[in-house]
Every structure is written in C-alpha cells, then in structure tokens.
C-alpha cells in the first residue's frame, strides 16, 4: 500500500513537473506606451526614423470595446506602438500608460498556457478582442494578461478567421510560426523594407506588485530571472526597483537592427531621443517625470 500511494505521489508530481516544463513557446510581439503630446507628433518628422529605421503607419482600430490611433514603428520581428494622451479611460490612454505582449506560435496554444497558468493559481485576466472588419465583428485576439489601471502584460493569439481574413491558408493557421515568419506571409515574403529587427531590451521602473506580476508573466513565457532582469535570450526586461511607481516608468527601449549604422543620436523632443551605433539602437526618455 505504501508503495502504491509512493508511485501514485511520484507520477503526479511527474505531471506536474511536465505541465510546468511544457509551457508553449511564446515571442515578444509588441510594446505599446503613451508618450506626451509633443513627442507623439513630431515622431514621424525624422527622415531618418521614417526612411531608414522604421517601417512607419499611423492607424485607426476599431474594436468591439474600444476606437483608438496609434503610431506604429513595425520591425521585421516585432513592434512598438506609440500613443497620445486620450480622455478615455482605457490602458494606453494616459500618460505613462504601457503594455507588453507575448505571442503564441500557433493555434490553441493560449488555452494551454491558461491551464498551465491555473496549475500554478496565478490571477489573470481572460478575453477575446473583437475588430470590425466590412462593417462586421469578427475575433481578433484572445488575451491572458496581467493588468492594473496603467500597465498590461499581456499573450495574445490571433484567432483563425482574423488569419483567414488576411489571407492565411488552413495549413499555415495549423503550423507554428514565429512573428518574422508571420510578418513573411503577410508581406507574400518580400524583404523588409528597413532596418528595424526587434525589440531586445526594455527597462523600467517596478514597484513590488509589478514585479510579482513580471515575475508570473516570464513564467508563462518560459523566461528565466537573473537578478533584476527577466529573459528569453531575446528580449530582457530589466527592472529598478521603487516604492512608488512614477508617472512614466519606461526608461529606455533597446533595438536590434539588420545592418550596421554610424553612430547618431536623432532628437525626437525634448522627451525623446534615439541613439544608433553599430547594430543596435535605444529609445531614451528624458524629462518624463
């Protein structure tokens, strides 16, 4: 009997060892913040940034939830979103506002990792975003995320009809994709226009509260902890820790770039600068609180 409840015990917390070590691979997909007015619009008025750095659009979506314009700087393997101040109350619509999103690599994955994050009895927040398309709702995303009034941390997964819509067959719904390959069949695989790759590196501010939340999203997103920063191996998300958040906790935003470029630092505002060198490039905010 107590060998049977001893193989019994093992096999569980075999399980559970496999439930935890088998969480989906997810890659970083966006960074969106609400940055002052100024900034917002002067943003598109670098030749540099627009020509060289940046594939640039500025858009208006519509969701079932909410109607909003953003600048959206898109690299070949991921994209930061930029926002001005807005009455409406919703995240990204404030000052300092800021979210991170994860993506998962294929279909169903979400629902896997929504387990997984039960297993390990984390609070989150579930939803599905719809957008309108042809005067028609039609799912868009599904989200876990970890929120509060000013930040999300957020794994999103495009649903198939959203895929279908864009042109997405059956087959490569079914398949695992990592954004660059997803952005290749959006773009029917020609070569990036620019030389913004990816976002590598992000630091902010974190109170005690964030960092828990961090510390449970870099779980889910197979991250490891190493001191005060949290990575992949492709992005890292360095912390400094404080008591009280300020009102803009974005310090700075690390890029990779496909070629290398000559040292420049380009004025954005008085709030924001990019600085260049080689293959790599930072976003600097200044003066934001």
């Not at 997984?116 to 868009?140: Q, R």
């Not at 876990?144 to 279908?164: C, M, P």
């Not at 990779?256 to 709030?271: G, T, V, Y």
């Amino acid at each position: 009997m107590k060998q049977y409840i001893f193989l019994s015990l093992f096999f569980l917390e075999s399980v559970c060892f496999g439930q935890i070590k088998s969480i989906p691979q997810t890659d970083f997909n966006t960074l969106f913040i609400c940055i002052d007015s100024i900034s917002y619009k002067q943003l598109y008025q670098s030749k540099y940034l627009k020509d060289t750095l940046f594939f640039c659009r500025e858009m208006q979506q519509e969701t079932n939830t909410d109607s909003y314009v953003g600048k959206y700087l898109i690299g070949e393997s991921s994209t930061i979103e930029f926002f001005q101040p807005q009455k409406a109350n919703h995240i990204g619509d404030k000052f300092g506002d800021w979210g991170i999103e994860f993506k998962t690599r294929k279909i169903n994955m979400l629902d896997e990792i929504i387990r997984k994050s039960k297993f390990l009895k984390f609070t989150i927040d579930t939803s599905t975003t719809e957008t309108i398309l042809d005067s028609l709702p039609i799912p868009w995303y599904k989200t876990l995320s970890f929120k509060n009034s000013k930040n999300e941390l957020t794994i999103l997964e495009y649903q198939s009809g959203y895929l279908q819509n864009l042109g997405f067959t059956k087959k490569q719904i079914g398949q695992s994709l990592s954004f660059k390959e997803y952005n290749s069949i959006l773009s029917n695989g020609k070569k990036y226009p620019r030389q913004f790759e990816s976002v590598r590196y992000i630091k902010l501010f974190a109170d005690k509260k964030l960092i828990e939340n961090l510390r449970k999203f870099a779980k889910l997103n197979n991250c490891k902890r190493i001191k005060n920063k949290f990575t992949n191996g492709d992005i890292t998300i360095e912390y400094l820790e404080v008591e009280h958040l300020p009102e803009f906790p974005i310090q700075e935003i690390g890029i990779s770039l496909l070629n290398n470029q000559k040292f420049r630092i380009e004025k954005i505002s008085d709030n924001l600068y990019i600085k260049i060198n080689g293959k790599k490039g930072s976003f600097i905010f200044k003066n934001c609180n």
